[in-house]
């Protein structure tokens, strides 16, 4: 157990909608990461919050969109969902995340299943 | 950006020695991390290397070259348990605001055999 949660576990949505994943950072840690991986695709980066602010940005669509709150958990928002975007979503947290290069421990993942 | 190779599939017997590679071409490099991840579960920290040279965890060990944009992750005494993926990670230099952009390999499935 990495002491990262990430609810829900599973979640089965339909084309067109729009779902939000959240994830709570180990105690202490201040940085969470999102990450989407896919069959095809593998694990890719979307984007990672430091301390509140949007500190690293990957390949995230314009559909996606996270924040990190004052408690520091964080949540993804998706919309306008496509079959394409079935995959499992995983957040990470690290104790920083700016400069200095840290671990980063991994949530258990939310599969989303777009039919 | 970044571009990491890593073979797709490897297959070993316990007890033995496995080695896998990784390599990668990138824009800016500042660290290369090494993840396992066993089917449907989270990746698990492994090791990480910024200078040339071997970093010792173990039974696992990890080497890099920067100049030759080359990693590897060795495992000795293989037990059954280590049948998972195996994940080489770059991360970029020079993000924007500081951040930990990791770019991962598509990984590599690894059989550990009787």
């Known amino acids: 157990d990495s002491g990262v949660t990430q609810t829900p576990k599973h979640l089965i949505t339909a084309t067109g909608q729009r779902v939000t994943l959240r994830c709570s950072p180990r105690s202490g840690d201040l940085s969470v990461y999102w990450y989407q991986q896919s069959l095809d695709q593998g694990l890719q980066f979307l984007i990672q919050?430091?301390?509140?602010?949007?500190?690293a940005k990957g390949n995230i669509l314009e559909r996606f969109s996270a924040q990190q709150f004052p408690d520091l958990h964080s949540e993804l928002n998706l919309s306008s969902l496509e079959l394409g975007d079935s995959a499992l979503y995983f957040c990470?947290?690290?104790?920083?995340?700016?400069?200095?290069?840290?671990?980063?421990?991994f949530g258990p993942g939310t599969r989303l299943t777009v039919t | 950006g970044q571009n990491i190779d890593q073979p797709t599939e490897m297959t070993a017997t316990e007890g033995a020695i496995v080695q896998i590679n990784c390599t990668y071409q990138t824009s800016g490099f500042n660290g290369l991390f090494w993840y396992q991840q066993h089917a449907g579960e989270a990746p698990t920290f492994l090791s990480y290397?910024?200078?040339?040279g071997l970093e010792e965890k173990g039974r696992f060990s990890s080497f890099l070259s920067r100049s030759k944009g080359y990693s590897y992750l060795l495992l000795k005494e293989l037990q059954m348990k280590d049948s998972a993926s195996y994940l080489c990670a770059v991360r970029d230099q020079g993000v924007t605001g500081g951040g930990n952009k990791l770019t991962f390999g598509t990984g590599t499935q690894l059989k550990v055999e009787l």
């Open positions: 290397n910024v200078l040339d």
């Open positions: 919050y430091y301390n509140g602010e949007e500190r």
């Open positions: 990470a947290s690290s104790v920083g995340g700016t400069g200095v290069v840290y671990e980063q421990y």
